[in-house]
């Protein structure tokens, strides 16, 4: 028997959690557990935020109400709980915009007469600028600090691994630039005659101010994902061989980006106190055998670190109630 901290206990032993990510193979369900983590989080008190950063937006279908494109909206029936699901395609629009900017002006200071266009259409046809358009959403948001406690639905494993990964990406690419770009510019100033118009001009480099806005925020925001006291990623599975091996990978993967892992979740476990046993069809039995079996497989694999059994519904979860019915067994200890 192993019985750990249930995830409410979790939340009390770390008073400076504001970062919550959730995190596992497609469909374990990540948008309901992150859903009732916010809602028990808002129920404890904090000004809790649920974002999506994932392209396929649930949302709006677990809480039943309409979230889409619409901003930072309260969630009807609760209190201090308010969602966010980010329209992907009018920040990849935004940015394809601010790139046809930005790559106007350079290759107007170099001096080189081509359209933008072929370049924006190699940038912005890279699989990763989708991402790197929802990762700044998401970093935003941190960053304006309106709430007190912040839960990431986050996308299948792959899209939330490149996420975490375009943080590296990005910082060591910005720094790239911005060096090249000083490097530049003060060429520029060397070779110039007329030295006081150019500083004048360097000083105020869109590009330069641009990229070092973009690094500062970059560099803030990888200060926030690791540090243990502010940030948890949170791994959802179910008690099956393949979702437990996609939390396998994905803990080192985490781990290897420095990111604070909070603990194990697991969902849709059959209530078996709710079936007489000797009376149970066989097909029920033996499902809910599996399932210990698993149940057991987990709490082994991960020691001490499972917070939570959430029962299977008898429904699909959609509504407040059903979610907040969930985040009552978050205040439960697990046993294997
Ligand atoms: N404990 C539960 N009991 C009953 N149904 C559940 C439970 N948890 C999740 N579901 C249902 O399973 C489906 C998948 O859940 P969810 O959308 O949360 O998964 P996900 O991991 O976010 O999926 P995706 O990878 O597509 O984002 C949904 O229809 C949801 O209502
Ligand atoms: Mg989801």
Redesign the pocket.
């Known amino acids: 028997m192993n019985v750990g901290f249930s995830f409410k206990e979790f939340i009390s032993s770390k008073p400076g959690l504001k970062y919550l990510f959730f995190g596992?193979?497609?469909?374990?369900?990540?948008?309901?557990?992150?859903?009732a983590a916010a809602c028990l989080l808002s129920e404890l008190g904090f000004k809790t935020l649920i974002g999506s950063t994932?392209p396929?937006h649930?949302l709006s279908?677990?809480f039943d109400q309409d979230f889409w494109g619409k901003g930072i909206t309260p969630i009807k029936g609760a209190k201090n709980l308010y969602a966010l699901e980010i329209d992907v395609s009018k920040t990849v629009g935004r940015y394809k915009d601010d790139l046809v900017d930005k790559i106007s002006m350079f290759l107007k200071y170099a001096d080189i007469p081509i359209k933008p266009g072929p370049f924006v259409e190699v940038a912005t046809t890279n699989p990763a600028f989708e991402e790197a358009a929802m990762f700044d959403d998401m970093i935003d948001v941190m960053l304006k600090g309106e709430f007190d406690v912040y839960v990431f639905?986050t996308?299948?494993v792959a899209h939330t691994y490149r996420l975490l990964g375009m943080s590296k990406v990005y910082e060591a690419w910005l720094a790239k630039m911005i060096k090249s770009r000083q490097e530049a510019l003060s060429l520029r100033l060397k070779l110039s005659f007329r030295k006081e118009k150019v500083a004048k001009e360097i000083a105020e480099d869109p590009l330069l101010k641009s990229a070092i806005e973009m690094k500062k925020s970059t560099d803030m925001a990888r200060r926030l994902l690791t540090d243990p006291e502010r940030t948890a990623f949170f791994f959802?599975t179910l008690p099956l061989a393949l979702p437990i091996a996609v939390v396998e990978r994905f803990v080192t993967w985490v781990k290897a980006f420095n990111i604070p892992t909070g603990g194990v979740i697991v969902?849709?476990v059959v209530p078996k106190e709710k079936f007489d046993l000797e009376k149970a069809s066989p097909y029920l039995v033996h499902k809910i055998e599996e399932q210990e079996h698993y149940l057991k497989v987990i709490h082994e694999k991960f020691p001490g670190e499972v917070l939570a059994h959430?029962?299977?519904?008898?429904?699909?979860?959609?509504g407040l109630e059903m979610i907040a019915h969930?985040a009552e067994a978050l205040k439960h200890p697990s046993r294997a």
């Not at 959430?310 to 959609?318: F, K, Y």
């Open positions: 596992g193979k497609g469909g374990v369900g990540k948008t309901v557990v992150s859903s994932n396929v649930s279908s677990a639905d996308a299948p959802v969902n849709c959430l029962p299977l519904m008898e429904t699909e979860v959609r969930l």
